[in-house]
């Protein structure tokens, strides 16, 4: 509950208008990382959210030239209203050594970890002090690996959203290392043959042996 009620939080400050751009950094040797940064036209910021949308990760948002974002992942179509409500939204892409996309071995990888360990420590240099991993479908995998690899204090917590299934992807990892608190967010009627609801209960009943877990059910709605 503790997780959800500081989510809910942070969605309840002063809306915003956006400041977007795409930014780069060198992340390893001869390796580079392009994001999309989306923040509050605001002289300070303390708060972002790094969004892992799904798939392979690949072209995960188009930046038109008057400053509008479309993406294929609700997590991205999504982060207009994170911005109204404070929040600074990190978009990431595959390094440039992965350009068509991260595997599933990659995205448990220590290159994966030390990529956005690399980025997690550019943001505490832009002045953030609270950092979230948001991931949805098969970034869900990046979202909890990396909670179990990064030792950075300023990511404070996972956000889940239609979770990779546990018994074919999650239970590999080791999430007895995750001390992290999770948000898990699951649509009763998610029809994705790798994100079923039942496999969402089944991480959270495993997540739960060492750390925190919100899990709230979704139901009803449109169509994502």
Not at 129 to 141: Q, W, Y
Request: hydrophobic letters at 40%.
């Amino acid at each position: 509950m503790r997780m959800l009620l500081l989510l809910l939080a942070l969605l309840t400050s002063v809306p915003a208008f956006a400041l977007t751009e795409i930014r780069s950094i060198n992340t390893r040797p001869g390796v580079t990382m392009d994001f999309l940064l989306m923040t509050p036209e605001s002289s300070v910021q303390h708060d972002v959210l790094i969004l892992f949308p799904g798939g392979n990760g690949a072209g995960p948002f188009k930046l038109a030239g008057d400053g509008v974002v479309t993406g294929w992942s609700f997590l991205v179509r999504s982060a207009d209203n994170f911005i109204r409500n404070g929040l600074s939204v990190i978009t990431v892409t595959p390094p440039s050594d992965h350009p068509t996309g991260m595997s599933t071995g990659f995205s448990e990888s220590s290159e994966h970890a030390q990529d956005i360990a690399t980025l997690t420590a550019y943001l505490e240099q832009q002045g953030y002090e609270r950092i979230f991993l948001v991931g949805n479908s098969r970034g869900t995998l990046s979202a909890t690996s990396l909670g179990t690899r990064l030792k950075d204090h300023h990511v404070k917590g996972v956000i889940l959203t239609s979770s990779l299934e546990y018994d074919n992807f999650l239970r590999w990892l080791p999430l007895e290392q995750l001390h992290l608190p999770v948000l898990m967010l699951h649509h009763r009627e998610d029809a994705c043959r790798v994100s079923s609801f039942e496999e969402a209960e089944r991480t959270r009943a495993s997540l739960s042996a060492t750390t925190s877990v919100d899990f709230t059910e979704v139901n009803g709605g449109a169509y994502p």
